[in-house]
């Protein structure tokens, strides 16, 4: 049982530059997020997906976007690299429905932007 | 701003003690907790959570307390062991949303 995926683990772009985060998880999981890390910061809430079909802002959403592609996957796509936006991504999953608000996260993509 | 803090970002402590971990929450509203342990190069992993109308929960080696007077959480590590050296992390359920505070790193001295 895989969890959360996501890739690529580590990625170095220069500024202008454009990318696609991808996660996936194979836990049958309605929501999924988004969140970046920066050093001395907790997680801070980029994007999410409540369900398949629908994206919302989360609290820090400027120069990016996101495509729900499936029950699945959840994309994070970076239109133009800034440097400010070096940061260690963490894409989650979490099962409201259910009663289940924790969040079960993917190990990480770690992003400079130079 | 952070409606999620934690009170100190750094706590070191000997093998074998028991570690206390703090949090401040400003959302009297929140109705849902969660405490996160993050260790070095991987994604936060569950330890343990709470709901609002909960003063306490234990797990395994681990309990969390709630106060709701003061907003304030806390957890508490028995017996503390080098494989919980780690960042912990608060959260706080805001309709499905979680907030994180800052983080404590945990050190344990050997």
């Known amino acids: 049982n895989a969890g959360v995926t996501q890739t690529p683990k580590f990625q170095v772009l220069k500024t202008g530059q454009s990318m696609t985060l991808q996660c996936a998880q194979d836990m049958n999981h309605n929501s999924m997020y988004w969140y970046r890390q920066d050093p001395g910061m907790g997680l801070r809430l980029i994007y999410y997906?409540?369900?398949?079909?629908?994206?919302d802002k989360g609290e820090v959403p400027n120069g990016y976007n996101v495509s729900r592609l499936n029950k699945r996957e959840f994309s994070l796509r970076l239109e133009s690299a800034a440097p400010s936006q070096t940061s260690v991504y963490f894409c989650?999953?979490?099962?409201?429905?259910?009663?289940?608000?924790?969040?079960?996260f993917g190990q990480g993509t770690r992003l400079t932007v130079v | 701003g952070e409606s999620v803090g934690l009170h100190l970002p750094t706590l070191s402590v000997q093998e074998g003690d028991n570690s206390i971990i703090n949090c401040a929450y400003s959302n009297s509203a929140s109705d849902y907790f969660i405490w996160y342990k993050q260790e070095s190069g991987k994604g936060p992993q569950f330890i343990i959570d709470i709901r609002s109308n909960m003063d306490k929960r234990q797990g395994q080696r681990v309990t969390v307390l709630l106060n709701k007077t003061v907003k304030h959480l806390s957890l508490q590590i028995a017996a503390t062991q080098p494989g919980d050296s780690a960042v912990y992390f608060c959260?706080?359920?805001?309709?499905?949303?979680?907030?994180f505070g800052a983080g404590t790193t945990v050190t344990v001295r050997a």
């Open positions: 959260a706080e359920n805001n309709d499905y949303k979680l907030s």
């Open positions: 989650a999953s979490s099962e409201p429905s259910q009663g289940i608000a924790q969040a079960f």
């Open positions: 997906s409540a369900s398949e079909g629908t994206t």
